[in-house]
């Protein structure tokens, strides 16, 4: 394990994308829970990616939802209707990984879902430079439906109990405390201790970040095709 700056680990990630080296655009997950700091962290590396003169895509997960009338057949509170119902995974790889992935002919949709107006949405489809990277963020992205479609997979650690006190700050203008703990104790991480369970997500990822302290982070880097250990993501 390395600790370190954030301007540190960026840096660390940002090689380990140049390091990648394939002759279709790179793509790259950042998953972990939620309010873990997966978009942070993505739009952080975004940027320096850029200012190496890379062609970046972000992308999210959120926009790759199925429509709200879809997500909760389980109810709005169930963990597993939250990890089997929410995203539509088939779209994901249809419109954006498989096209930049080997064989693919480069054109691609950033989103399929408005979550503001719940509607489908069909942007039109872009071409992507060969030497571009998609710097993709979200939950369950290291499940088995996606597992082989990413050239680089980051897990954002936090413990759980923290997600809830970000996430209490994060959304108090729009929750109340009593709901947003509602969610992520009945949903949120339940959802991602399910996900644990079924997918062992940290022994598949090539870069764990371990972010409870996010200006003095902990990463860990397996090699190539060596699995880092697992752990429950709840230390």
């Known amino acids: 394990m390395v600790q370190g700056t954030r301007d540190e680990l960026i840096g660390h990630l940002a090689e380990a994308v140049g ?6 655009p790179t793509r790259v997950a950042v998953d972990g829970p939620p309010a873990a700091g997966k978009t942070t962290l993505a739009d952080e590396l975004a940027v320096v990616l850029r200012e190496q003169g890379r062609d970046v895509i972000r992308a ?3 926009d790759f939802l199925f429509p709200r009338a879809r ?9 597993e209707g939250c990890y089997y119902d929410t995203h539509d995974y088939d779209a994901l790889n249809r419109v ?22 719940d509607a489908v949405l069909s942007p039109p489809a872009t071409t992507a430079p060969a030497d571009a990277v998609l710097v993709f963020d979200g939950v369950f ?11 680089l997979r980051i897990f954002v650690s936090t413990a759980l109990e923290k997600t809830v006190d970000r996430a209490v700050i994060r959304e108090r203008r729009v929750s109340t405390r009593a709901d947003v703990e509602r969610r992520w104790r009945e949903r949120y991480i339940p959802s991602q201790q399910l996900y644990f ?39």
């Open 60 to 62: 999210t997960i959120d």
């Open 197 to 235: 369970a079924k997918a062992r997500p940290t022994q598949h990822a090539d870069i764990v970040v371990h972010n409870d302290e996010p200006q003095r982070p902990v990463w860990e880097t397996a090699r190539r095709g060596d699995p880092l250990p697992g752990s429950p993501g709840s230390r």
């Open 19 to 24: 390091a990648i080296a394939v002759a279709h």
């Open 96 to 117: 954006l990984l498989d096209p930049l992935g080997p064989g693919g002919d480069r054109r691609f949709q950033p989103a399929v879902y408005d979550r503001t107006a």
């Open 71 to 79: 997500r909760y057949p389980r109810g709005e509170y169930s963990a």
């Open 141 to 151: 992205l290291l499940r088995p439906e996606l597992i082989d479609r990413w050239d």
